[in-house]
């Protein structure tokens, strides 16, 4: 993908709630004082201006039942002109939008429905927010974002609580409506795909801020397999989007119940499935992510394989690979699975299958902790220009920068904790362990362009340019 001009980022990307992307130090490294390894929360900005009249051609929405127009008519044009609060609603059914949808720089407010305010979106959703809110079966705002939708300026404050139980075996071919062999939860939207060449849904500008909590209770019967589960700060399951300028904060927790040793003596069919946690998107099929913060921090208790990473949990792609570019991590990842069960984190990556991720100007600076653990990318990844020097431990293999072997590994440097930059060994002439004062001056990092990406941060390491954006 093209270099993303930091201009684009005067947009202030995502208004902008956080100051920059910094976070926990590796061991060996001296702390700074001044900063508590955080992105910064600071209050919004004066609110923007609103229309005060409806522009030709659409149609305004002045309270919850004005949402109806938009049901009736998918593919109008709609505004609101002011706050709407679903505090006396009930049983909310969502809507679908195959039109534009101006949000006006007004609020959502007290949305606590069991589905999302809109179930489907073809279209365009700008300049909305959604405010002490909270999502039962997924994100509040959104379940499917596809084809040509796009999402811009969209900030949500919500807490999300899922409860899943293992499915119920069928032996059927055809499953009822309800059935639903992955669950995809995102703290914007749960599912982005296309569906054809000729569209790719975009999500921008846009924010998360809350806490995401999946609890998943094995039970003893006869059970599905097979099913996965995604958990995403801004997407859950991304199939061909682009993402960027975007920013997410607060948690996710996932916890099983249940002991799956003894179901499995027991002689049940117990489930097999896969959890992906990311602080920006889950699991992807060709994902692009760029000029986006991280801040989620990510625990997860299985007892089955687990895979999560700052910005994407899962790549698993036929094609081309996601593209990573000028995104950072400051979320700590704090995994534990049973020693038989695969258990990966990254601070930018966890794991890539077939096609590998290429990731650019990128940076990590939470701690993280697994079984397999990798300051950038877990499993193999083409990476340039990126660095390291979050607290890593990893109970089976830990690399700086990767764990696997790559093809290709430029310009990458990392805090010298004691680990190897590659834990499966190779030779990577521009690829250079720091110490804590080497990391502070900006000479150390050849190939890395301080003119247009980066800059010297108030913690002396390097951050990306578009994160100083207020």
């Not at 599905?224 to 300028?245: F, K």
């Amino acid at each position: 993908m093209k270099k993303v001009i930091s201009i684009l980022l005067s947009v202030t990307i995502v208004f902008m709630l956080f100051a920059g992307c910094t976070s926990s130090n590796s061991e060996g490294e001296t702390p700074n004082d001044e900063s508590d390894n955080k992105l910064v929360t600071e209050e919004l900005p004066a609110e923007p201006a609103h229309k005060t009249e409806v522009p030709d051609g659409y149609v305004g929405i002045y309270s919850v039942d004005d949402f109806e127009y938009i049901r009736t008519t998918p593919k109008g044009n709609y505004i609101l002109m002011s706050d709407i609060d679903f505090s006396n609603t009930k049983d909310w059914d969502g809507i679908k939008v195959e039109g534009n949808v101006d949000g006006n720089n007004y609020s959502i407010k007290n949305y606590n429905q069991n589905e999302a305010l809109f179930y489907k979106c073809s279209g365009s959703i700008k300049d909305l927010t959604m405010s002490n809110s909270s999502g039962k079966n997924g994100s509040p705002f959104c379940n499917e974002i596809y084809n040509s939708g796009t999402f811009t300026n969209i900030k949500i404050n919500a807490d999300i609580i899922v409860e899943l139980t293992t499915m119920k075996y069928e032996d059927v071919i055809m499953h009822s409506s309800d059935y639903e062999p992955s669950v995809c939860i995102g703290g914007i939207v749960d599912t982005a795909y296309r569906g054809s060449d000729d569209y790719e849904p975009n999500i921008a500008s846009c924010s998360f801020k809350g806490d995401i909590t999946v609890n998943y209770k094995q039970i003893q019967e006869r059970s599905q397999t097979e099913q996965d589960v995604s958990v995403g700060g801004i997407v859950g399951y991304s199939n061909h989007c682009n993402v960027s300028n975007c920013i997410a904060a607060g948690n996710i927790t996932y916890k099983e119940q249940g002991n799956k040793a003894i179901i499995e003596e027991n002689g049940y069919n117990t489930i097999f499935h896969q959890v992906y946690l990311g602080g920006i998107v889950a699991d992807t099929t060709v994902s692009k992510v760029y000029n986006t913060a991280n801040n989620i921090d990510i625990k997860a208790t299985t007892n089955c394989a687990v895979y999560a990473g700052g910005i994407i949990g899962n790549s698993d792609v036929i094609g081309d690979g996601p593209q990573i570019a000028q995104c950072c991590n400051s979320g700590d990842i704090e995994l534990k699975s049973r020693d038989t069960d695969v258990c990966q984190a990254g601070g930018i990556c966890a794991r890539a299958d077939s096609y590998l991720p290429v990731i650019t100007d990128c940076y990590n600076s939470g701690s993280i902790a697994a079984q397999e653990v990798a300051g950038i990318s877990v499993n193999s990844a083409v990476i340039s220009k990126c660095y390291n020097k979050g607290k890593l431990s990893g109970s089976k293999a830990t690399g700086s920068l990767l764990v696997n072997k790559s093809e290709s590994v430029e310009y990458s440097y990392y805090l010298d904790a004691g680990f190897p930059a590659i834990y499966d060994g190779g030779k990577y002439p521009t690829v250079k362990a720091l110490s804590s004062e080497a990391m502070q001056n900006q000479e150390s990092y050849e190939g890395f362009d301080f003119e247009d990406v980066w800059t010297m941060g108030t913690d002396n390491y390097p951050t990306l340019s578009h994160t100083l954006t207020q």
